[in-house]
């Protein structure tokens, strides 16, 4: 299996930006805690927030050109 180096670059360079952005929004704006108050459970915020780092993550890997 050949690795799509250019592929995995952007990927990995959009996991990192956008992982961070999701950091800084949650912890410093949104305050985790409120999250779990307001769906009722910390499973479904966590699953929720990790949804929402890899999905964009894996539809810019398939996306991206060779």
Do not use: H, N
């Not at 952007?10 to 952005?21: D, G, N, R, T």
């Not at 800084?24 to 927030?49: C, R």
């Amino acid at each position: 299996m050949k690795l799509k180096k250019r592929k995995i670059k952007y990927s990995v360079i959009f996991f990192l930006c956008w992982f961070a952005f999701l950091v800084i929004l949650v912890d410093g704006v949104l305050k985790f805690q409120t999250l779990v108050d307001y769906f009722g459970s910390y499973a479904i915020v966590e699953v929720a927030l990790l949804l929402l780092v890899f999905l964009p993550t894996l539809a810019v890997y398939i996306f991206t050109k060779e």
